[in-house]
Antibody
Framework: QITLKESGPTLVKPTQTLTLTCTFS??????????VGWIRQPPGEALEWLAL???????RYSPSLRSRLTITKDTSKNQVVLTMTNMDPVDTATYYC????????????WGQGTLVTVSS | DIQMTQSPSSLSASVGDRVTITCRAS??????LAWYQQKPGKVPNLLIR???TLQSGVPSRFSGSGSGTDFTLTISSLQPEDVATYYC?????????FGPGTKVDLK
């Protein structure tokens, strides 16, 4: 059974850096083709893809947020970490991590999401 | 960058109606197109990948078609449990852009 779970702060202040961790089980990020991505969804709004990291450490970022994002993996811990700098209230959203089971494959397993609020 | 648009943004239909949602990519994406269903308060669920391949467990009333820039999600006979927002997504290897979503509810 594949599971993913997001963890991190629920409240961050403007200008701070957000660090979110996705801890997963049921698959390995050392398996060829596998990727883990991050997606966010502001309250009442649409899904927005943020970043994805592949088994081979290939990293992809949303062009509009690339300068603020870093995605890394720790295969020994089955974790993927997303950092987003210079947080703003407009970044308030539910942040999801999700698995892409093959290269160039959509997200077929998702975490439950974690709501991050940006406020002073 | 590839932009994804959807129409309509929302629709109301009766149980049993045929529902069609359109997704358009700003440039050709072959068949790297997925559809997700997100019910209120729930996590998105992958319905269709490769434009027309139904995921295991997805009811056969759902179907997808298209290639290149124009894609369609069809619900052949709308059921109450289909009330949700539907998102298309381009997932070629470089980008994973979502469309703005189409909210489907019952008339």
């Amino acid at each position: 059974q594949i599971t993913l779970k997001e963890s991190g702060p629920t409240l961050v202040k403007p200008t701070q850096t957000l660090t979110l961790t996705c801890t997963f089980s049921g698959f390995s990020l050392t398996t060829s083709g596998v990727g883990v991505g991050w997606i966010r969804q502001p309250p009442g709004e649409a899904l927005e893809w943020l970043a994805l990291i592949y088994w081979d450490d290939d990293r992809r970022y949303s062009p509009s947020l690339r300068s603020r994002l870093t995605i890394t993996k720790d295969t020994s811990k089955n974790q993927v970490v997303l950092t987003m700098t210079n947080m703003d209230p407009v970044d308030t959203a539910t942040y999801y991590c999700a698995q892409s089971k093959y290269y160039a494959f959509p997200f077929d397993n998702w975490g439950q999401g974690t709501l991050v609020t940006v406020s002073s | 960058d590839i932009q994804m648009t959807q129409s309509p943004s929302s629709l109301s239909a009766s149980v049993g109606d045929r529902v069609t949602i359109t997704c358009r990519a700003s440039q050709g994406i072959s068949n790297y197109l997925a559809w997700y269903q997100q019910k209120p308060g729930k996590v998105p669920n992958l319905l269709i990948r490769a434009a027309s391949t139904l995921q295991s467990g997805v009811p056969s009333r759902f179907s997808g078609s298209g290639s290149g820039t124009d894609f369609t999600l069809t619900i052949s006979s709308l059921q109450p449990e289909d009330v949700a927002t539907y998102y298309c997504q381009n997932y070629n290897s470089a980008r994973f852009t979502f469309g703005p979503g189409t909210k489907v509810d019952l008339k």
